[in-house]
């Protein structure tokens, strides 16, 4: 069996996740101490207690989501579970791409916590209210989502900014450029079109402000290369050194999050089983849609973690 670890991405969280980690495990509940330390704020309480729409923040829901990871492969690592001798390669959605950084031993728990804050409002103070949007098409070929947002510049900035597999691609730009390829994508044959409820058109050219934000941060903090490679959302195949990755992560805020063809790599390169590590089971939905060859497990829960220990 060879083993990778992923790490979702925004839209994951929700109210309470990691709580029984924190109650079961000393290791848990130490991260949520620490994030809570680097940020100067109690944000696990926002995670265990809500309210919803205070977690759903950008700015917090980044931290959030990487708290809950981090928290699981302390845990793992305390009983024993080498990240290097067992796991071949790990990737992030998005800012899931963090947690798998932070996970491989590239930045620091407190770095990464602090570094997604800053992402989440810079991306969040990038573009004003109402000005961008994101969609998801579902049902078009890449090719085809690529050509209606051609189609539909004339209206603004628009690009694909995941594909997420499963014929399921979201795109990213100004408004009136999204609605118009949208409605473009309807009448090519998608199955749906609809507009997404973001605060912000993430991973498109409108974030080059955070961009840039984020290419000033991941300079003054301390990285080492990864334990193991790491799969980068923009380029869909593995990165191994630490200076590299943060270019890459710079690129990632405007770039396309190519999950679809990061599946596929994993399931041409051996991998077999895709660990989802955090809260929901997102990822696990999509490997499933997009390579039947690997299969998705979700870890977030103590029972789910004595489970994977013991498939070791």
Request: charged share 20%; net charge negative.
């Amino acid at each position: 069996m060879t083993v990778a670890f992923t790490f979702p991405g925004q839209g994951s969280q929700a109210v309470g996740m990691g709580r029984d980690l924190a109650e079961a495990f000393p290791e848990a509940r130490a991260v949520f101490e620490e994030v809570d330390d680097a940020l100067g704020e109690k944000l696990s309480d926002i995670i265990w207690n809500g309210p919803e729409d205070k977690l759903t923040l950008t700015a917090n829901a980044q931290p959030a989501l990487m708290a809950v990871s981090i928290a699981a492969i302390r845990v793992l690592e305390a009983r024993g579970f080498n990240l290097k001798a067992r796991v071949a390669y790990v990737g992030g959605h998005s800012l899931g791409e963090y947690s798998a950084l932070c996970a491989a031993g590239t930045f620091s728990l407190a770095d990464t916590a602090r570094l997604l804050r800053i992402r989440g409002n810079a991306m969040q103070a990038a573009v004003p209210v109402g000005k961008g949007a994101m969609a998801a098409i579902i049902g078009l070929e890449h090719a085809d989502v690529v050509a209606v947002c051609e189609a539909a510049a004339g209206e603004g900035a628009v690009q694909i900014a995941n594909d997420n597999g499963g014929g399921q691609i979201v795109i990213s730009g100004e408004k009136p450029a999204v609605e118009k390829a949208a409605s473009l994508a309807s009448e090519k044959g998608a199955k749906r079109a609809l507009l997404l409820p973001v605060s912000a058109p993430f991973h498109s050219s409108l974030m080059a402000p955070a961009a840039e934000a984020m290419r000033e941060a991941l300079s003054t903090v301390a990285r080492k290369n990864p334990v193991v490679p790491v799969i980068a959302n923009v380029r869909a195949a593995p990165v191994t050194s630490a200076d590299e990755i943060v270019d890459l992560l710079v690129e990632q805020v405007t770039g396309q999050v190519r999950w679809r063809e990061t599946v596929e790599w994993f399931g041409a390169n051996g991998v077999t089983t895709l660990y989802e590590v955090g809260a929901g089971k997102v990822l696990t939905g999509l490997a499933r849609r997009i390579d039947k060859s690997v299969t998705g497990v979700a870890v977030n829960t103590p029972a789910d973690i004595e489970a994977l220990l013991a498939a070791q």
